[in-house]
Nanobody, 116 residues
């Protein structure tokens, strides 16, 4: 059974940090890219960061220099370290995996809320 289970969201203060985790299960050996998307209220879902099995990393311009994506192949987990968080980072963050055959799976989402 394919599952992508996120954790690590929550309330964050100005300039604070959070680390999101996503554990993948199922056809894990078929996964090429793992990544994070986010969707803020009233906005479209957007790519935050992704990492392929070969190690190619992509970041959205808005998070470059603040967020770091990493992947633990032994644990089938992808992480998103988020530093220097800003109000505009408030969103539901979704884990995404893409297999070599382009099949995608999504997690249920984890909320990141900016607390002033």
């Amino acid at each position: 059974q394919e599952q992508r289970v996120e954790s690590g969201g929550g309330l964050v203060q100005p300039g604070g940090s959070l680390r999101l985790s996503c554990l993948a299960s199922g056809s894990i050996f078929s996964i090429d890219a793992m990544g994070w998307y986010r969707q803020a209220p009233g906005k479209q879902r957007e790519l935050v960061a992704s990492i392929t099995r070969s190690g190619r990393i992509t970041y959205a311009d808005s998070v470059t220099g603040r967020f770091t994506i990493s992947r633990d192949y032994a644990k089938n987990t992808v992480y998103l370290q988020m530093n220097s968080l800003k109000p505009e980072d408030t969103a539901v963050y979704y884990c995404n995996t893409k297999r070599y055959d382009s099949t995608e799976y999504w997690g249920q989402g984890t909320q990141v809320t900016f607390s002033s």
